[in-house]
């Protein structure tokens, strides 16, 4: 067994979103969700277990890591060790495509890349459905970075019932992410903070009430490929997860005086027929989905609105795989 591995995972655009959990320990969500891998951005890892090593090593980007990155690494590592029942301390190396600090959450890709690596270096041979699991543990939404295309993240009570599945491959639907990038510094509050608080907020139940009615309705959409009521229920998301994110003890205000322009924007194309709609993570910067047909439009005009510094597009991406 040679205990090294390189993998590869894409982040995703989360549809319907993962906002609180039930377990914060174990990252079991307080509801189910739906996202797009995104093609061309990727993280690749290598995961190294050596005989002798005294603690886990991480770099990143070609810079040693420390803080909250390397704990998180390491507690994910300890659970790696404790399933494969081994006391081999790891060297992991790290390397985005995609600037770091784009606004673009870069723990799902991290994670799923992480989970695959780690697990095949210590010779564990996981199904799909168990990796999803694994990555989990390390970011809630790189459970979604495993499978490829668009992909459902299901809630439940028991670790193992937490799993991703693909609900169509990446050839299904010719959507395109259109990233606004508004803002690229790091965020003040990172979502495994923001999860903590999202009970906080008076509005959460209501948004975890409705959440299986809004996920059958994105489902079907993205199933028949129906923009305009895909668009009416990835933007009600949205703004519903920002309420929750807005009322919570403390408020979180992710939104940037350009990222609402953008949104406002969004919505007057779709009045003359372009499709497009938004969405927005834990951060100001906006992805505005839209149809290939429409997407050369739609990332021209981006460019054109004041505070919007760049525009990344990226289409349905695959699953995570080894390198
Ligand atoms: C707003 O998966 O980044 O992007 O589990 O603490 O790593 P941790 O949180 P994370 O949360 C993602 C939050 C979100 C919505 C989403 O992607 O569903």
């Known amino acids: 067994m040679s205990l090294t591995s390189t993998a590869a995972a894409h982040p ?3 549809f319907i979103k993962y906002w609180g959990n039930r377990d914060d320990r174990l990252r079991l969500p307080l509801n189910s969700s739906i996202s797009m891998n995104l093609a061309g951005l990727e993280t690749r890892t ?3 277990f ?3 090593l005294e603690r886990d090593l991480l770099t990143i980007n070609g810079e040693p890591a420390s803080g909250d990155a390397l704990v998180r690494t390491v507690t994910f590592l ?3 060790r404790r399933m494969a029942g081994t006391p081999l301390h790891a060297r992991v190396v790290s390397a985005t495509n995609f600037p770091a600090g784009a606004g ?3 723990s799902a890709a991290a994670f799923a890349a992480l989970a695959l690596a780690g697990s095949r270096a210590l010779g564990l041979q996981l199904s799909e459905r168990q990796l999803t699991v694994l990555a989990r543990r390390g970011s809630g939404s790189a459970a979604r970075s495993i499978p490829g295309g668009f992909v459902e993240w299901h809630a439940a009570d028991r670790d193992e019932d937490s799993f991703a599945e693909s609900i169509a491959p990446p050839e299904h639907w010719d959507l395109i992410d259109c990233i606004a990038l508004i803002r690229t510094e790091h965020k003040k509050i990172g979502s495994t903070a923001g999860h903590a608080l999202a009970g906080t907020s008076p509005l959460q139940a209501a948004r975890i009430d409705d959440a299986p009615r809004r996920l059958e309705l994105c489902r079907t959409a993205l199933l028949r490929r129906d923009f305009s009521a895909f668009a009416e229920v990835v933007e009600l998301d ?8 807005m009322t919570s003890s403390p408020p979180l205000y992710y939104w940037a005086p350009e990222s609402l322009a953008v949104m406002k924007a969004v919505a007057d194309w779709r009045r003359e027929n372009i499709e497009a709609c938004f969405t927005l993570d834990a951060g100001p910067n906006v992805h505005v989905l839209s149809t ?6 739609v990332k021209a005009r981006l460019e054109t609105m004041p505070g919007v510094q760049a525009v ?3 289409s349905p991406g695959g699953p995570a795989r080894l390198v």
Do not use: C, F, K
Not at 238 to 245: G, K, Q, W
Not at 292 to 297: C, D, I, V
């Open 78 to 80: 300890d659970h790696l």
């Open 46 to 48: 290598t995961v190294r």
């Open 312 to 314: 990344l597009s990226s």
């Open 12 to 14: 995703n655009i989360a």
């Open 104 to 106: 673009i959450a870069s």
């Open 50 to 52: 050596e005989p002798g």
């Open 238 to 245: 949205s703004n519903l997860m920002h309420a929750v994110m």
């Open 292 to 297: 290939a047909q429409y997407a050369g439009e």
